[in-house]
């Protein structure tokens, strides 16, 4: 079963809020990731977790704060977010081997709006 | 570092007829994987096809197959009996054991007309 799900699929929030995103996949994957992508434009890394460890920040704004409570699940929370981190936020797994990590899969994405 | 280019923001193909996208990539790693995604309308990044730099024979998934051309550093596409279900934008990208990073290209949206 070759399936990454995530909730919700469309977000709308202010400014002044708190939301979170969830990822969840079954195919016993050890490595997530967060990315943002624009329209038109790829994906854009935010985040890996490798091992329930976070491996990789590309340099994202404290108001994205990523979390993997277990293998499974990955959440990102969001708060105080500006208008342009309206984007498709995307999750992904893979399996690694080694350092390396082969083909990525990807969840449906959620559409944040931020007014 | 790692760059993947594709060249080709757009292409268009006739319905049952094949057509070729290109990518071209640049990376100092003797170890790395190619891969091309398919992202449709409903935006879920879908996995193609992938190639093991290691291996000379080129990578076929029923009707997608690549020409792989490690020399060169070349990762086109070949669609064959191109179907209206592979309208969608289509993204080369390189992975290589560091950090396991996926790069990606800036994508060539397919249209497929009737």
């Known amino acids: 079963d070759t399936e990454v799900t995530q909730t919700p699929k469309h977000l709308v929030m202010g400014m002044t809020n708190k939301k979170s995103l969830k990822c969840e996949q079954h195919?016993?994957?050890?490595?997530m990731y967060w990315y943002k992508q624009k329209a038109k434009k790829p994906p854009e890394l935010m985040f890996v977790?490798?091992?329930?460890?976070?491996?990789i920040n590309e340099s994202v704004p404290s108001r994205f704060s990523p979390e993997c409570p277990n293998s499974s699940l990955l959440n990102l929370h969001l708060h105080a977010l500006q208008p342009e981190d309206s984007a498709l936020y995307l999750c992904?797994?893979?399996?690694?081997?080694?350092?390396?990590?082969?083909?990525?899969?990807f969840g449906p994405g959620t559409r944040l709006t931020v007014t | 570092a790692q760059t993947v280019t594709q060249s080709q923001p757009e292409m268009s193909v006739q319905e049952a007829e094949t057509v070729t996208l290109s990518c071209t990539y640049d990376?100092?790693?003797?170890?790395?994987?190619l891969f091309w995604y398919k992202q449709p309308p409903s935006r879920q990044m879908i996995l193609v096809i992938r190639?093991?730099?290691?291996?000379?024979q080129n990578a076929t998934e029923n009707r997608f197959s690549v020409n792989f051309q490690k020399a060169a550093k070349s990762f086109s596409l070949k669609i064959s009996d191109s179907q209206l279900g592979d309208a969608a934008m289509y993204f080369c990208a390189s992975n290589t054991g560091t950090a396991s990073k996926l790069t990606f290209g800036t994508g060539t949206r397919l249209q497929v007309t009737l």
């Open positions: 190639q093991e730099a290691y291996k000379q």
């Open positions: 195919m016993g994957h050890r490595a």
């Open positions: 990376t100092s790693e003797s170890d790395y994987y």
């Open positions: 992904a797994s893979s399996q690694p081997q080694g350092t390396f990590s082969y083909e990525q899969y």
């Open positions: 977790y490798s091992y329930e460890k976070l491996s």
